[in-house]
């Protein structure tokens, strides 16, 4: 055991290129807190893995979905005990917003009873310190303001590069990438290349948007697709969700729309028209917008749509899965009972007691594995991001607009899986609940969603009944797995 004389200390590492990764930054900023750990007699507890690998100082992101946010959450827990200490190679590993924003999270890390110490000076950061000597202050001010400098110079650079290339491909001198729509392909280079449709994928993209804008439901639209074998753009099974998605986009009418950010978090701010070839008419663009409009109008005066107090019966609602990857939710039968059934056919998987049984006996399982390390899934995504910034690196050295373009497309698209893929890692420092048993569904939702990607159930044999055989697949998100039920279906 620890003797309570001796504090605790934890060790704050940040890097954000592929060469400091490959290079001695994290053996430098590791090897340093164990150094000073020993020789000023704390104890360096490693429970919390607090490394940042490529996520934004600058931005803020490692206070909000970085490592460092998963020990600002503990401090809020009270599992870090007052009198611990934060090493950290320099200030600027903390945050590198400007100095007001940065000031303040070492404020309220300090107003919490935790020390900070740099590591390259040996300098430790007090709320006495603050209170007390102006001085101490003022340097912090400067440091973080020197720190933001730095960042908001070399985001410019990249900014400046990002929009001329814009405007090159506004003023059609070059196209912008070569990703392209998939019924598409890319010819010759960026500065002379172009489109050409691949027929057979242009006809069903034609097929769907005619099919909307005449009023076809979207599930008769799914179903039919399903049954030919037609696959999405992505590959996946159609379901009602993908026809909305893929009749919002402006790409079949022509247009390149401009915009920051991956998926469900991009802005758009700007259009090209006439950038790809057309393959949809201007009458099936306005019936299409006129019913997108409708149903937009429609779901605003919709109660219950927008009320966030709605509640789920399910507590799996959101991540089940059959084994074949299809969506389910939780639906009332006519005699009162509930059951899984697959989204799109409405296929009956199981009832809910016989899936969420074995779940809530296998909860803290769960809670273990959340516990763990992050797996390879995070791990691949901080190397990609790594790789990202080092390519981006490379383009502001070079000064070339056409490597800083496609080096902040790259980034960013890596940046959007690593969020994705740390979204649990994040929470990994505070404790969740141990038993969610005598929560109601839509609490226990909530915790499900906040720690587990998906739930696939497997089910043994075609006899239904509350006796055949059911194994819950539990994929973390932070990449790790748990089985459930009757593991022998693994093996069969």
């Known amino acids: 055991m620890i003797p309570e004389t001796r504090r605790l200390a934890f060790s704050y590492v940040r890097f954000s290129s592929a060469q400091q990764a490959k290079g001695a ?61 934060l090493l950290v190679e320099n200030l600027d590993r903390l945050s590198r917003q400007t100095h007001r924003k940065a000031a303040r999270l070492l404020e309220d890390i300090l107003e919490a009873g935790v020390d900070v110490v740099t590591l390259q000076d040996e300098k430790r950061y007090t709320l006495k310190d603050l209170d007390e000597d102006p001085l101490t202050s003022i340097m912090i001010i400067l440091t973080f303001a020197r720190g933001h400098e730095e960042s908001l110079t070399k985001s410019k650079r990249v900014k400046d590069g990002w929009q001329k290339n814009l405007e090159a491909v506004k003023e059609g001198k070059k196209k912008r990438t070569k990703a392209t729509p998939n019924w598409l392909r890319f010819v010759g280079s960026l500065d002379n290349g172009h489109f050409e449709i691949i027929d057979e994928r242009a006809q069903v993209t034609r097929e769907l948007f005619s099919r909307f804008a005449d009023g076809e439901t979207v599930w008769a639209i799914a179903k039919s697709f399903r049954d030919r074998g037609i696959k999405t753009p992505r590959g996946k099974t159609f379901a009602s969700g993908n026809i909305y998605r893929l009749v919002k986009s402006k790409a079949p009418y022509g247009i390149l729309e401009i915009g920051r950010g991956t998926k469900n978090e991009r802005t758009v701010f700007d259009q090209i028209d006439d950038y790809f070839p057309r393959i949809v008419d201007e009458d099936v663009q306005r019936r299409v917008k006129m019913r997108l409009d409708g149903i937009a109008q429609r779901k605003e005066g919709n109660r219950i749509i927008n009320d966030p107090k709605r509640k789920t019966h399910g507590i799996l609602t959101g991540v089940i899965r059959t084994s074949d990857g299809e969506r389910c939710v939780c639906r009332k039968s006519t005699d009162g009972s509930f059951a899984y059934v697959e989204t799109t056919t409405r296929r009956w998987l199981a009832s809910r007691n016989v899936i969420e049984s074995r779940f809530v006996e296998g909860w803290p399982e769960i809670v273990a594995a959340h516990g763990t390390d992050s797996g390879p899934e995070v791990n691949a995504a901080e190397a990609a991001v790594l790789a990202a910034e080092g390519m981006l690196e490379t383009a502001v050295r070079a000064k070339s607009e056409r490597l800083l373009i496609a080096a902040q497309a790259d980034l960013e698209e890596a940046q959007g899986h690593l969020k994705e893929a740390r979204r649990g890692a994040a929470l990994g420092a505070i404790e969740v609940p141990d038993d969610i048993s005598g929560l109601e569904p839509w609490e226990a939702n909530q915790w499900v969603r906040t720690i587990i990607e998906q739930v696939t159930v497997i089910r043994g044999g075609p006899k239904r009944g509350p006796e055949r055989k059911t194994m819950l697949v539990v994929t973390l998100k932070n990449g790790l797995k748990v089985y459930l039920g009757d593991a022998e279906l693994m093996f069969m």
């Open 25 to 85: 930054s994290l053996e430098r900023q590791t090897s340093a807190a164990k150094r000073w750990s020993e020789e000023n007699g704390y104890v360096l507890d490693t429970s919390l893995n607090l490394h940042d690998r490529g996520v934004s100082a600058y931005k803020g992101d490692n206070a909000t979905t970085g490592a460092l946010s998963g020990f600002l959450r503990a401090i809020e827990a009270g599992q870090v005990p007052r009198g611990s200490t």
